[in-house]
């Protein structure tokens, strides 16, 4: 063999440690970038706030806000259609807030029941039945994945006779 073409091998080995160390590192600063857009983009989500709320399957054509509107009109629809609040006594008018759940699958529940003059207990018991009969929901969405989402919805109970 000659030596200028063990002369040419050693450069074409050389040239070809080049280009494979050159490729290994820029796999490893393509995979840099990826984490750091990655990081970047968690930032900027807020996970607070979902893109589209829960709904009932009849209010599916509404626009966001009238959506939201509808969810909690049908929601306190279901809740008192057959409410019985029978074994609470309630002499005044009063206001308490339920702090309902909705999962990732729809499924609704009732985390907690706000009152200031009556038995939390005795009304979460009776509010949690009737949550227990509503149907299930299309559940939230954030940037298309279904989510769990919470609300606070107001109830305004009167006094009975």
Not at 6 to 11: I, Q
Not at 50 to 61: G, I
Not at 102 to 117: D, F, P
Request: with cysteine; hydrophobic share 35%; charged share 20%.
């Amino acid at each position: 063999m000659s030596n200028s073409f063990l002369y040419n091998m050693k450069n074409w080995g050389l040239i070809f440690l080049f280009f494979l160390i050159c490729s290994c590192n820029f796999e490893a600063q393509q995979k840099k970038e990826v984490e750091k857009l990655v990081k970047s983009e968690l930032a900027r989500i807020s996970f607070n706030q979902v893109d589209q709320h829960p709904y009932f399957p009849n209010c599916n054509e509404y626009e966001e806000q009238d959506n939201l509107d509808c969810f909690y009109q049908e929601f306190k629809a279901h809740l008192i259609s057959e409410l019985d609040l029978s074994s609470l006594k309630i002499e005044e008018h009063t206001q308490l807030f339920l702090i309902i759940s909705v999962n990732s699958n729809g499924k609704i529940s009732l985390k907690e029941c706000q009152s200031t003059s009556l038995n939390n207990s005795q009304i979460e018991s009776v509010f949690q039945t009737q949550i227990q009969k509503m149907p299930q929901l299309f559940p939230a969405q954030k940037r298309g994945v279904l989510v769990s989402s919470e609300y606070q919805i107001p109830v305004q109970l009167t006094p009975t006779n």
